[in-house]
């Protein structure tokens, strides 16, 4: 809302500066987000919130700018004396319901044309451009002015010398003033003559009946339109005006007779003619709704020790009138004040009015919380910081998928990433549904990086995925899932470690932080993946997520300019992940007897999974072996093609006595024909 | 007598130009050696004249002592010199780069979430989750915004149905929590909101944190307490913070929170389109319909909520003037936190 410092002068002799003022309206809850000079005068930019439709204009910001100086408000000259003649126009509304008050005057004989400078001034200073039509120029003058939208038809092109106010009906179109044919909803409400709609109440006028140059009479229109059903009118029409705008937030039904007539009176000034009688439809008489609070309410919902007296007079300075009855005072709002309505409503105007800084600060006395940290923020920052210090670094991406993306993945119809949640009114296709998983958005994350000209990618990103399950609202899970990829990064210190084994090391070091044991890897099936280079991970029969290598299909549609680029993903379900994390951690003692080493180093068939000889060697039945390591993995000269060699590091160690040499010997010794048979390999010398 | 001191003359001129450990052991072996120079006075002792053998004695032993001393003194200077050697040979380069391990960023957003998070927890606040995909009902009508309410225009929502949207903010959380427990509570609620906006202050997707207090007597003197005490924390002590009226259908009287501009000290800068403060927070005293709502009796309770923008906030702290840079998730961006 743009208001000119010089035109609230009409209404309140205040002498402070601009800047004053905006500070006090601030203040007072009417926030000044710009200020504009303006020939020699200055325009403020009012933030009028959805509750305060009495501050749409000058004259609502005028009261209270009085009541924020202690200023008396003056109103305007809106007295029509004389003996005006009987308008010829009847006006019948079917809708009460949607029309409490309709009001209107035939002014004859009025020539339409230019108005003059300082209308057209003011209502350029606010943003509306004049348009070379005194009776349009000076609706919209009083709407500024006042709040209250009026509407001027030509009286002569109203058929039958008839209004009437009743919803639309079936099969209704109107042509409004913008030129377009619309389509009116059923409970639409408009204004009709004896044949047509010729308005749609409170929102736009209609063009046959509109004021031309060659308009001779009219019939100016101010009524009381039911906010909800303005509201879903325009909304539904997708049409919105100055007029919808303010009859949907509430308008004063009291107050609609003096803008009608401060309208009248400026037409007259600037068009001549011949004003009529006003007719006046009222079916039900607006009466103040009474609001009783008790005065120790205030003080106690506020924390302050304000004397009943101080109380209201703070409320009379914005024209409330109130009625002391011990302890509770009545409050009887005025019209333009339908925001009040219960007692609360009244403590906010106390307390606005006192000003929020006059309250004074209180730190509460109340029982501690039984919330606090709780142990899955707990495991969420474990989460993040075992991550992080892996080297991945957080990305957050929003929570939206592009349909392609599920193609994109090749992911089977069954797939349970394909029961997608879409989003009904997108910003844009690209985001119209919300993921099922993260992957995509970390492929994006990475090819933005790479094209960046960045080599070493390690990213990360803990968040909601959201599946239909058919029911109400779709199933919230979190996923925690990753991307490598590092090529061509020149190293002092070198340690080349194929991707994989990154993302695998990486999810050791989350699975040893938070605790997690007992996970076996197996080969994984995901479509999008390479099929020898991906696993799932599993924790006893249940899928925990899936790491691996992006498949050649998938990389070569990315398109990357990359030779044979290495492009690790993984994805956990979090949820199962925190289910995991042990409660509680014991503590294990520490050993008091000496260990002894040995080696061995097997040749054997390059097909067989490290893991399974791992299995063989602590499944064997000596109890000495506490650790078991693997510690190297060679294929290469010396080793006959089809075979690899692999070196495992033995721990003996027995906890009540001192192992000897000799019995360390023997067991090794067994326990080295036991990997040999197992494996069906041969020591390596 | 004379003999003797020419014996410690020859073993001083012969001692002075050593210089390694071997050549060392040369002399040591001429001098103190079981053969060497002094073992045979010592042992000839018996030849000398009885009247002068006390003498000669007291000497002889006085040169051994100083022969063995300073053979003793030699010995270590040579040990350190050659120690010195090796190490200079050992020497490396110490101004080539460690090998480290190169820890990844958090993401800045959620540090912020953190920061915000310990300082209500560390005031007794415990925290909260709920749904992003929610039910319009406890979006807004719960929240006393029913269907036609002008105050649906302030928040643009993604909806997935008829009744259901992306939450707009975490307020939904609240209801959900009340209608679950009694009060006393004190509650935060940080999560991921949606609104259909975009451009350099607006993301499609967000980041709020929501506050909740209810008790049998907390007041809107309370409210100043603990948010003020939040931005103390958050932005350091002495910061101005002001309450200026405002509207939101869940809360009245409420509250919009600026702080004097951290950027010009609130003299008015470009940030702070010259007013010298910034709008961080509303807030206000909890609506008595959003009570009934959730079946707790207004008389009975009363209670304050707060919502801030984590996003806003991280921006003024690092002085960040596009919000979209948090969600291109750009390595160069992101390594700076
Ligand atoms: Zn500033």
Not at chain 1, 552 to 573: A, C, D, H, S, Y
Not at chain 2, 96 to 123: A, C
Request: hydrophobic share 40%; glycine share 8%.
């Amino acid at each position: 809302m743009r208001v000119p410092i010089e035109w609230l002068k009409d209404f309140v002799d205040v002498s402070a500066s601009p800047e004053e003022v905006a500070d006090r309206l601030t203040m007072a809850g009417l926030e000044i987000e710009g200020m504009e000079p303006f020939d020699n005068d200055v325009v403020l930019e009012v933030n009028v919130t959805p509750n305060r439709p009495d501050c749409l204009s000058i004259l609502g910001i005028a009261r209270e700018v009085a009541a924020a100086f202690g200023l008396p408000l003056k109103m305007p000259e809106t007295e029509i004396s004389g003996n005006p003649p009987v308008s010829d126009i009847r006006v019948e509304i079917l809708n009460p319901e949607l029309c409490n008050r309709y009001t209107g005057r035939t002014i004859t004989g009025v020539s339409v044309g230019d108005s003059p400078e300082w209308i057209k001034k003011r209502l350029e200073k606010c943003g509306i451009r004049a348009l070379n039509n005194n009776v349009v120029d000076i609706t919209n003058y009083v709407l500024l002015e006042l709040g209250h939208p009026l509407h001027a038809f030509d009286a002569d092109r109203l058929q039958g010398g008839m209004i009437q106010v009743r919803k639309a009906g079936p099969d209704r179109t109107i042509t409004t003033l913008d030129g377009l044919e619309r389509e009116l909803p059923e409970d639409a409400l408009l204004i009709w003559d004896e044949r047509n709609p010729v308005a749609v109440a409170g929102v736009m006028g209609g063009e046959d009946s509109s004021v031309t140059h060659e308009t001779a009479d009219i019939f100016l229109e101010s009524a009381y339109f039911e906010p909800a059903s303005v509201r879903r009118t325009s909304k539904e029409l997708g049409l919105r005006s100055e007029s919808s705008y303010r009859f949907e937030r509430g308008t004063d039904i009291e107050f609609l007779v003096n803008a009608l007539n401060r309208a009248t009176l400026l037409m007259r000034e600037t068009g001549g003619g011949t004003i009529h009688e006003i007719v006046d439809v009222y079916p039900e008489r607006y009466v103040p709704a009474k609001v009783s609070v008790r005065y120790s309410r205030v003080n106690t919902l506020l924390g302050t020790a304000l004397k009943k007296e101080e109380m209201l007079r703070i409320l009379g300075r914005i024209g409330l009138r109130t009625e002391d009855r011990e302890e509770l005072f009545d409050v009887y709002p005025p019209a333009y004040r339908r925001d009040i309505h219960q007692a609360i409503d009244v403590i906010e105007e106390v307390a606005r009015l006192h000003n929020f800084g006059n309250i004074p600060v209180r730190i509460p006395r109340t029982a501690l919380s039984d919330g606090i940290l709780n142990r899955r923020d707990i495991s969420v920052n474990t989460i993040r910081d075992a991550m992080r210090k892996a080297g991945l670094t957080e990305v957050i991406n929003y929570s939206f998928m592009n349909p392609a993306d599920l193609d994109l993945l090749g992911l089977p119809e069954d797939d349970v990433r394909r029961r997608r949640v879409s989003v009904r009114n997108p910003l844009k296709q690209e985001d119209s549904l919300m993921r099922t998983t993260l992957i995509p958005s970390l492929i994006n994350n990475f090819v933005y990086n790479l094209s960046r000209g960045m080599r070493d990618i390690r990213l990360f990103e803990l968040a909601r995925v959201f599946i239909d399950t058919g029911a109400h609202l779709p199933t919230e899970e979190m996923r925690l899932s990753g991307i490598f990829f590092r090529q061509d990064i020149p190293s002092i210190w070198k340690d080349a470690v194929p991707a994989f084994f990154m993302a695998k090391g990486a999810l050791k070091s989350l699975f040893e932080e938070t605790r997690v044991t007992e996970l076996s890897y197996i080969p994984a099936e995901e479509v999008f993946l390479h099929g020898g280079k991906s696993a799932d991970i599993m924790t006893g029969d249940k899928r925990l997520g899936f790491v691996g290598e992006l498949g050649p299909g998938i990389v070569e549609t990315l398109n990357l300019k990359l030779q044979k680029p290495e492009i690790v993903v993984f994805e956990l379900n979090a949820d199962m992940l925190m289910s995991l994390i042990p409660a509680r951690m014991t503590y294990t003692q520490i050993p008091r007897y000496p260990s002894i080493e040995r080696d061995i180093a097997v040749i054997m068939d390059d097909g067989i999974p490290s893991a399974r000889v791992m299995a063989d060697i602590r499944g064997y039945r000596y109890d000495f072996i506490a650790k078991v390591e693997l510690f190297d993995h060679y294929k290469g000269k010396n080793i006959p093609e089809g075979k690899k060699s692999l070196a495992f590091r033995i721990t003996y160690r027995c906890n009540d006595r001192t192992l000897t040499d000799s019995e360390v010997e023997t067991v090794h010794q067994h326990l080295v024909e036991h990997v040999l048979l197992k494996t069906g390999g041969e020591l390596r010398t | 007598m004379d003999e003797l001191l020419s014996l410690k003359t020859a073993f001083l001129e012969e001692i002075d130009p050593v210089t390694t450990l071997a050549e060392l052991q040369q002399i040591k072996n001429k001098y103190s050696g079981r053969k060497g120079l002094l073992t045979a006075r010592l042992k000839a002792l018996s030849s000398v004249p009885p009247d002068q053998r006390p003498l000669y004695g007291k000497t002889l032993n006085e040169i051994k002592d100083f022969i063995e001393e300073t053979l003793g003194h030699k010995e270590l200077l040579l040990k350190g010199r050659e120690k010195e050697k090796r190490l200079l040979t050992e020497k490396i380069d110490i101004t080539l780069p460690g090998r480290y391990t190169r820890f990844g960023r958090k993401h800045p957003i959620n540090q912020v979430l953190s920061e915000i998070k310990d300082i209500f927890v560390s005031m007794g606040f415990g925290i909260e989750d709920g749904p992003e995909i929610e039910l319009d009902y406890y979006n807004f009508e719960a929240l006393n915004i029913p269907k036609d309410h002008p105050a649906r225009d302030m928040q643009d929502t993604f909806y997935i149905s008829d009744d259901v949207v992306l939450r707009t903010h975490t307020s939904p959380v609240q209801v959900r929590v009340m209608e679950k427990r009694k009060p006393p509570l004190k509650i935060i609620v940080p999560g991921k909101v949606y609104r259909c906006d975009a451009d350099v202050s607006h993301t499609p997707m967000f980041h709020q944190v929501e506050g909740l207090m209810i008790d049998s007597d907390i007041s809107f003197g309370d409210l100043k307490g603990v948010i003020e005490l939040f931005f103390h924390s958050f932005f350091g002590k002495g910061t101005p913070v002001r309450f200026r009226p405002s509207y939101f259908p869940f809360t009245e009287p409420s509250a919009e929170v600026d702080i004097g501009c951290i950027f010009c000290a609130g003299k008015g800068c470009r940030i702070c389109k010259t007013t010298g403060w910034l709008e961080v927070l509303g807030c206000g005293m909890v609506h008595p319909r959003v009570f009934e709502m959730a079946g707790y009796d207004p008389e009975e309770h009363s209670g304050f909520a707060f919502g801030m923008g984590v996003e806003r906030l991280t921006m003024l702290k690092y002085s960040i003037d596009d919000i979209r840079l948090f969600y291109e998730n750009d390595l160069r961006f992101l390594e700076q936190f």
